[in-house]
């Protein structure tokens, strides 16, 4: 017995050394520093500050920084400095990543934390999740958003922003799909776009991630998503290099496999996209946690840098260069890449001083407030019902435990951990103050709740999901709790919230249901028996007081959807979280359902408003243009209501005469313009021929037809709201 007890516990002994060998970070080791000859050393604080370095000149001072370093000293910047220690226990949680300290070159250490939700350290400002803020189109808020963010990030003391996600939401039910900008391409490029520039006119560098096709949770470690190179480069790859075009400093590759090689490893992916084909100047760094798993094959496919520390680069990979398995150049490469983004960026004046005062700064919970706002999406709303009165609402039920919870979404690494967070219950007591009853019932008694709701004057049942539902996928407690997320489990809600709706919903004809959640929830079994509902996503610290303004119509809802909300499963692609290996297609989203000609619940760009838009006189300024010419579209937009309003105007581009298969329609510009009541205005939008292109795999080259082309521009993807002109595009 004692020596089966002494066999077992020396066998835990040596699995856990072996553990603690596998994962340790293995730096390289330095000792010797020979200076190269005939060089006299420049460092990183060398190289002038307070002023903009053009390209060329940082490139410059990058090599000759460079220049002075060890191929050690080069290796070390290509891993992350985290040690093991620093995974016990609460050790993680709100504290920053840091890479490529090396006091002989004179480099500090470069600070990372994470997004997109805010930043995910101290307590900074938790704003709606980049899905919410997608139902915006807003492209200037955004910006706003990647500003405030960053701007926190520096008074954190912070240089790397661990966002945007730009990975396209192919189906609801992926965990994350929060934390990305919806399911159009377009959509999701210029939204990241947006909150790069903004975060990187901090000087802070923006991280887009993840690259590419990470759209599972569960099997995200392992699955091989494939896809073919028309459905890569049509589908999931615009939005990457929309947001690398507009310059941001890193792409973070994804932990999944494509076309059978894990991303930090393939070369297809890495150099000849995204570096030769897009001509990317900054640097690649892995997924976190074991996210390289061949630390030669990546490095000679590109990617720069190992987080969050050396695992498979540094000891191994200086081993490797010595035994020739790896280029020299490959690693100046790496080093020079990451050198050259710190000086650019790191060197340059900064637009403001970054003190304390500005985390959580009243300006940024109040640019939080106005994002809830502009992100909340009207679906429905007969009668209409909303907005409510303020003088006619003597009593209102708040139904539902999420009405009185922080329900701020994801609980992984897009955790941000606000001081204050106004629930929809407090938000609409605060609004209301004292002139309205307010009375809430947590639900979890229908019968109960049915009576408070049959004696209120109107209802708001708050319904959805929280980061027990959906979220990034952590197997192993890694943080401060249990809850894991991972991908959602379905796309109704859950059976006693659906019973709810349809009992109070029954009590009272004047019910509003408000849905969080972070993507498309199917309604079909209770949407007819309810007069509004809301789309709320995660609204952020502010969502609350947003939701109170809206439904008493202090504020006009503009939000439309940035997701197609199905019927039901069937109209999706299918989603497999089990299979090692899986398939991408070319359709899904609102593309899939035009093209199977079937109707959704609400359609991609759908929302409603308290006013009522009129579009009339589309016209393009030129009926054919040339490969490298460009059409403007304009509209006049008339608000006809009594509200001023904020509209979001879509052109979507239709080809039905193309020789190959393509979507009916894709969304390719769109401008949110306010009007006043009564209000016309003229709205231009351009789109240019070679945003018409498709991907010829064959010739492995795009290609513009020259054909006809319909210009579709109004409210939504909805085809009978459509407008439509032809443009030709000509030899
Ligand atoms: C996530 C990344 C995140 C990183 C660091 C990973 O597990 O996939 O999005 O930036 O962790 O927290």
Not at 112 to 129: I, W
Not at 569 to 583: A, K, M, T, Y
């Amino acid at each position: 017995m004692l020596a089966a007890i002494a066999l077992l516990a020396a066998s835990v002994l040596a699995l856990a050394a072996l553990l603690v060998w596998w994962a340790y970070p293995k730096r390289p080791v330095d000792s010797v520093w020979v200076r190269p000859a005939g060089l006299a050393v420049f460092k990183f604080t060398d190289v002038p500050r307070g002023r903009v370095l053009a390209p060329e000149e940082a490139d410059a001072y990058a090599r000759r920084v460079l220049a002075g370093m060890t191929l050690e000293q080069k290796v070390l910047q290509m891993s992350g400095d985290t040690w093991l220690w620093d995974f016990t226990g609460q050790r993680l949680i709100g504290r920053p990543w840091r890479s490529g300290r090396d006091r002989r070159a004179g480099l500090p250490a470069l600070v990372h934390s994470d997004g997109p939700r805010g930043v995910g350290l101290g307590s900074s400002t938790c704003f709606p999740v980049p899905m919410a803020r997608a139902a915006s189109w807003d492209r200037g808020l955004e910006r706003r958003i990647g500003e405030a963010a960053a701007a926190e990030l520096r008074a954190h003391g912070g240089r790397m922003w661990l966002a945007p996600t730009v990975n396209l939401l192919r189906h609801p039910l992926w965990g994350r799909a929060q934390e990305t900008y919806g399911e159009d391409p377009f959509l999701v490029g210029e939204m990241g776009a947006a909150l790069v520039e903004g975060a990187q006119g901090q000087n802070v560098l923006a991280t887009v991630k993840h690259y590419a096709l990470n759209s599972i949770e569960r099997t995200r470690a392992t699955v091989d998503v494939r896809a073919d190179e028309r459905a890569l480069r049509e589908v999931y790859l615009p939005h990457f290099r929309r947001v690398v075009e507009a310059g941001v400093a890193v792409v973070m590759s994804a932990y999944n496999r494509v076309g059978g090689d894990h991303c930090s490893e393939s070369r297809h992916l890495l150099r000849e996209i995204l570096k030769d084909e897009w001509g990317f100047r900054g640097f690649v760094v892995s997924d976190w946690f074991f996210g390289v798993h061949d630390g030669v094959k990546a490095a000679e496919a590109g990617l720069d840098l190992e987080m969050p520390m050396a695992r498979v680069f540094g000891r191994k990979l200086l081993a490797a260069v010595r035994r020739g398995e790896v280029k020299a150049e490959v690693v100046d490469e790496a080093a020079l890449r990451i050198l050259r983004r710190r000086i650019e960026m790191e060197t340059r004046p900064d637009p403001r001083a970054y003190g304390p005062d500005l985390i959580r700064s009243p300006d940024h919970v109040r640019l939080a407030g106005e994002a809830a706002e502009k992100g909340l999406v009207l679906l429905k709303n007969e009668g209409p019902l909303l907005p409510l009165s303020r003088d006619t609402t003597k009593t209102l039920a708040v139904i539902g435990a999420l009405a009185a919870a922080e329900n701020l979404g994801d609980r992984g690494s897009s955790r941000v951990y606000p001081k204050d967070v106004v629930t929809p219950l407090a938000g609409l007591r605060a609004f209301l103050g004292g002139q309205t009853r307010v009375v809430h019932d947590d639900g979890a008694d229908p019968a109960r709740a049915r009576s408070v709701a049959a004696g209120a004057d109107a209802v708001v049942v708050v319904a959805g999901f929280t980061s027990r539902d959906e979220g990034e996928y952590l197997p192993f407690a890694l943080f401060d709790e249990t809850e894991t997320g991972g991908d959602r489990a379905q796309l109704a809600l859950e059976d006693p919230d659906r019973a709810l709706i349809l009992a109070v919903g029954d009590a009272n004809p004047r019910t509003i249901v408000v849905l969080e959640g972070g993507a498309a929830i199917t309604v079909e079994d209770w949407k007819d028996r309810v007069p509004a509902i809301l789309m709320a996503f995660y609204p952020g610290e502010q969502g609350g007081a947003a939701l109170a303004r809206l439904l008493f119509g202090a504020v006009n809802p503009s939000g439309k959807l940035p997701f197609t909300v199905p019927r039901d499963g069937g109209q999706l692609p299918s989603f497999d979280n089990v299979s090692p290996s899986v398939e991408y297609g070319y359709y899904h989203g609102y593309t899939l359902l035009e093209k199977r000609g079937q109707e959704p619940a609400f359609p991609f760009g759908h929302g409603l408003s308290y006013t009522r838009y009129v579009y009339e006189n589309l016209a393009l300024d030129a009926t054919a243009i040339g490969e490298d010419g460009e059409v403007r579209a304009s509209v006049d937009v008339t608000n006809a209501g009594t509200r001023p309003g904020e509209e979001v105007v879509q052109l979507y581009v239709g080809f039905g005469r193309s020789r190959v298969d393509r979507p009916r329609k894709r969304l390719r510009g769109f401008e949110r313009v306010a009007l006043g009541p009564g209000e016309t205005r003229r709205v231009t939008i351009p789109v240019k021929a070679k945003d018409l292109a498709y991907y010829d795999p064959v010739a492995r080259k795009w290609v513009v037809e020259r054909m006809e082309y319909d210009v579709l521009v109004g409210p939504s993807s909805r085809p009978s709201e459509l407008l439509v002109v032809v443009v030709t595009v000509v030899d």
